[in-house]
């Protein structure tokens, strides 16, 4: 089994993390017993984690084929819009603005608003093969995924949108640009996680060099050095007070990875 050093406070897009070895994933076999991390976009990963993989590059490709798109696991979503955008494919556009690669987009069933990656979804496939849209539980920023995803393919419709690429980089404009592992949480049912956390007056608020950042409340920023300590304190405190000042749960869509949690708080 090949790995590869990585340091997580380089590699993470939330600039927190160990320096550890990790398996990689290579001609589809899994290691066991290890947790898949991605490109460690929406991850938060603990000084001491779990036994950590990664896909190899062999799981990094897009190709037309009769039966549809087929992308792999391991490919960057800005990869794909270049690719549809070259070949005029409709309804990837949003994925320029979706950080990270497209094995955790399914798992998260990522999206922007009503566009998400299952809607034109097709079938996945894993270890125990190929698996059916129809197979699959799914709903916002949820799926019953419960395997490493090698490939993915998609329906081919033309029609790339040069407007509705612009919508979507209109829609996250409002970003901070500060290191993140992006939304904190997810929204509950007709609110906004953003606003809960203002309204408890958590916007700006600051433990150590992590803070609820004060352009949009629901991002969790990492405004240099900041700690995995300090980012699980506002999580904790931020979800503590909305649930007794609004009796509402905040889940993460983070997810928390320590060798005693290894899930979504």
Not at 29 to 45: Q, S
């Amino acid at each position: 089994m090949n790995v590869k050093r990585i340091d997580f406070s380089k590699f993470s897009s939330i600039r927190i993390g160990p320096v550890v070895e990790v398996a990689l994933i290579e001609n589809d076999i899994v290691p066991e017993g290890c947790f898949i991390v991605g490109a460690a976009n929406n991850v938060l990963i603990s000084p001491t984690p779990p036994p950590l993989m990664i896909l190899s590059k062999e799981y990094d490709f897009i190709r037309l084929e009769e039966d549809g798109l087929h992308i792999g696991a391991a490919t960057p979503g800005g990869r794909v819009v270049s690719f549809c955008k070259k070949n005029d494919i409709a309804h990837f556009e949003y994925l320029s603005k979706l950080p990270g690669t497209l094995g955790g987009m399914l798992k998260m069933n990522a999206g922007l608003k009503e566009f998400e990656i299952f809607n034109h979804l097709i079938a996945i496939r894993t270890m125990s093969g190929w698996k059916q849209k129809n197979e699959i539980e799914y709903g916002y920023r949820k799926t019953s995924i419960n395997e490493v995803v090698f490939e993915a393919v998609f329906e081919v419709e033309k029609g790339y949108s040069l407007e509705r690429y612009d919508m979507f980089n209109q829609m996250r404009s409002n970003q901070p640009h500060d290191p993140s592992a992006g939304s904190c949480f997810k929204n509950p049912l007709g609110d906004y996680a953003g606003r809960l956390i203002e309204a408890v007056g958590l916007k700006g608020k600051r433990i150590g060099a992590m803070t609820f950042s004060d352009v949009h409340a629901n991002f969790l920023v990492n405004t240099g050095g900041g700690t995995y300590a300090d980012a699980l304190n506002l999580i904790n405190e931020a979800q503590t007070r909305v649930k007794n000042e609004f009796n509402i749960e905040l889940h993460c869509e983070i997810v928390l990875i320590d060798q005693n949690i290894m899930t979504t708080k």
